[in-house]
Nanobody, 127 residues
Framework: QPQLVESGGGLVQPGGSLRLSCAAS????????IGWFRQAPGKEREAVAT????????NYGDAVSGRFTVSRDNAKNMVYLQMNDLLPEDTATYYC????????????????????WGQGTQVTVAS
């Protein structure tokens, strides 16, 4: 059964950094584009970053561009989200999701394209 498990969330001060990890099991990770999404209480789910199957292509939400970096290690079935210069408005539950594609370069910022989701990890940015 396909499964994604996020880890690495926690409490961090503004300006700090966190690295989220997403461990995949039950499927071949390199057949899937991966997206990171976040949702804060009372807000809609927001696309944070996406990375293609090959890892050669990525895209970021406007709110995090230049501060966050997505990467993947298909050999280890792992995807990462490095978050730097964190802001209080980055506080949310962060989810990784997988989208099967036949194209190496495919990625998507739409949550509706993703069919495997993790349970989420909480990130709180506060002093």
């Amino acid at each position: 059964q396909p499964q994604l498990v996020e880890s690495g969330g926690g409490l961090v001060q503004p300006g700090g950094s966190l690295r989220l990890s997403c461990a995949a099991s039950g499927f071949t990770l390199d057949d899937y584009a991966i997206g990171w999404f976040r949702q804060a209480p009372g807000k809609e789910r927001e696309a944070v970053a996406t990375i293609s199957r090959s890892g050669d292509y990525s895209n970021y939400g406007d709110a995090v561009s230049g501060r966050f970096t997505v990467s993947r290690d298909n050999a280890k079935n792992m995807v990462y989200l490095q978050m730097n210069d964190l802001l209080p408005e980055d506080t949310a539950t962060y989810y990784c999701a997988a989208c099967h594609s036949y194209f190496q370069a495919y990625y998507s910022m739409s949550p509706y394209d993703y069919d495997v989701w993790g349970q989420g990890t909480q990130v709180t940015v506060a002093s």
